[in-house]
């Protein structure tokens, strides 16, 4: 008996040790540290487990799985108009039934070393884009010099370095491609043919690849970079040189001058529906209520499903449309790869304030409409300079836009992505949370003392914890489960190191660097 006894208080004090005192002490290495551990030779399939399309509208998918070549990818239970093809590895087609409804379909991947499955929803609806998109976006990369050379350079570099593996599927063109006139058979916005001699054939190739294919336009005049625009004074359409914005100007003659007296969104919507596009950014400031409406209504009435992002600094007034009407919203300015200093562009301080605040008075979005903090800034660093950030800073930045639920568009030349940022970037674990089918923004909380939290509900039942440090030096932290409204032992696991760190009774202690932070995932014990 007093053995039994003894071996009692042993257990005890052994799980009373496990679960109140222990700080989390993570490991790091010298210089751009990589935290995420190495892919598995094994099949694991990626990406969301969600999909939305609307009736009688072109479905395609490429299933997004990593693993040891060569593997065998299988797909069961497509609904009738469907079909897969395995050496593309592409599913397509028109669905018959018109009717809103989910079909679960199964995928299998299987190697020499193993397999995966996952069950995979088509919801026939309303809503697309359920989950954040990720792809690849031009204006950094290229700014107003963009090419279709170019663009496809990028296309297969999203391929050969493996990103649409993991989920990356969206290439971009954005402002520069306006050829400044108008033609074809909707009168539509026609390319620079110099710098795009034959949109048709890179849609072709971008889609042939298993990649979705998005453009740029204004309701404005001419866009940013100086392009023909959505709008015109001349009722045909017409352009020339002499319309171009004046912004000094047109500043102190109000914004609304930007605007032409003559709307050409249904002719640029049907056009790019012909081209097979698959996402349009719509940028202009502000954003008001009739542009958001009428560009969702022409796309819509496009007959193809293309996502609609609208850019820049969405002003809280319009969270309404946004939910109504938007699948992407940018929620500030244009951001560039700087911690705090002060530049023409917004720093990620100034854009980790105004994403959180227009999550929390604005409209936090949900499946099928996303809150958009703007580019990933991985791959846009200037090494060793003044404004570049540092290592902690970087997983600080990637971390918010995981938990955030954002969309994941890279800017960057994706064929000189080093090993540091590709592993940024291929977090599968970080990458799952991203794409969460809630598609629920994480809750932000202000713990005091430079430390801030989001906290990120998820399907599975678990809950993804970011704890960010904006002090100079290292900060030990105790995160109070009262503090984020839950209770009890939970396991916590390590998300960047996909490791299991242990239990936990009351609350979760560690330490976390200087601009840096620690992403953990609370599991009910």
Not at 2 to 18: P, R, Y
Not at 74 to 89: A, C, H, I, Q, R
Not at 261 to 270: E, L, V
Not at 501 to 514: D, E, L, Q
Request: net charge neutral.
């Amino acid at each position: 008996m007093k053995n039994k006894i003894l071996l009692f208080s042993i257990i005890g004090l052994l799980s009373s040790c496990e679960t109140e005192d222990k700080v989390y002490n993570p490991q790091y290495g010298e210089g751009y540290y990589i935290l995420t551990p190495k892919v598995g030779n094994k099949p694991r399939i990626n990406g969301p487990e969600v999909y939305g399309v609307r009736p009688k509208h072109e479905f395609m998918y490429s299933i997004p799985v990593t693993g040891q070549r060569p593997m065998d990818i299988f797909v069961t239970g497509l609904p009738e108009g469907l079909s897969y093809d395995m050496k593309k590895n592409i599913i397509s087609g028109i669905l018959k039934d018109t009717i809103n409804k989910t079909y679960t379909v199964n995928f299998k991947a299987v190697n020499s070393l193993g397999s995966a499955e996952r069950k995979f929803d088509i919801v026939v609806g309303d809503e697309i884009a359920l989950t954040p998109p990720m792809g690849w976006s031009s204006w950094i990369c290229y700014k107003k010099n963009v090419t279709q050379d170019g663009v496809l350079k990028q296309a297969k570099a999203l391929k050969s370095v493996g990103l649409d593996r993991y989920g990356y599927s969206y290439v971009n063109i954005d402002d520069g491609w306006q050829g400044n006139l108008r033609g074809g058979k909707y009168n539509a916005i026609m390319p620079d043919s110099e710098k795009f001699p034959d949109i048709v054939e890179l849609s072709e190739n971008i889609h042939d690849m298993g990649l979705k294919f998005g453009i740029y336009s204004t309701p404005w005049i001419s866009s940013y970079a100086g392009y023909i625009g959505g709008s015109s004074n001349n009722e045909d359409g017409k352009w020339d040189k002499s319309m171009l914005i004046n912004f000094k100007k047109k500043e102190i003659e109000g914004r609304a001058s930007r605007h032409g007296k003559f709307k050409m969104d249904a002719n640029d919507a049907r056009q790019w529906a012909d081209w097979k596009i698959d996402y349009m950014k719509y940028d202009w400031n502000p954003n008001d209520s009739a542009s958001i409406v009428r560009m969702a209504i022409a796309l819509k009435e496009s007959g193809r499903d293309i996502v609609y992002s609208i850019s820049n600094s969405c002003p809280l007034s319009e969270a309404v449309r946004c939910k109504e009407y938007v699948q992407v919203f940018r929620t500030g300015g244009d951001i560039r790869a700087r911690w705090s200093k002060d530049r023409e562009h917004l720093n990620l301080l100034d854009n980790w304030k105004n994403h959180n605040k227009w999550l929390r008075e604005g409209y936090e979005g949900g499946p099928g409409h996303t809150p958009d903090a703007d580019f990933l800034m991985v791959g846009l660093q200037k090494y060793g300079s003044d404004d570049s950030l540092t290592v902690d800073e970087l997983y600080h930045h990637v971390s918010s836009f995981m938990l955030w639920g954002t969309p994941l568009l890279l800017s960057c030349d994706l064929n000189a992505l080093s090993e540091f940022e590709m592993s940024l970037l291929t977090n599968v674990e970080m990458l799952d949370i991203n794409q969460d089918r809630l598609s629920k923004p994480a809750k932000h909380y202000d713990h005091g003392n430079g430390i801030e939290l989001l906290v990120k509900d998820l399907s599975d039942g678990s809950i993804a914890l970011g704890i960010f440090n904006f002090n100079n030096e290292e900060t030990s932290v105790e995160v109070p489960w009262s503090e984020i409204g839950i209770s009890g032992k939970k396991n916590i696991r390590d998300v960047w190191r996909q490791k299991n760190i242990g239990t936990y009774k009351n609350a979760f202690k560690t330490m976390v660097r200087p601009h840096g932070c620690v992403v953990v995932k609370i599991i009910d014990k």
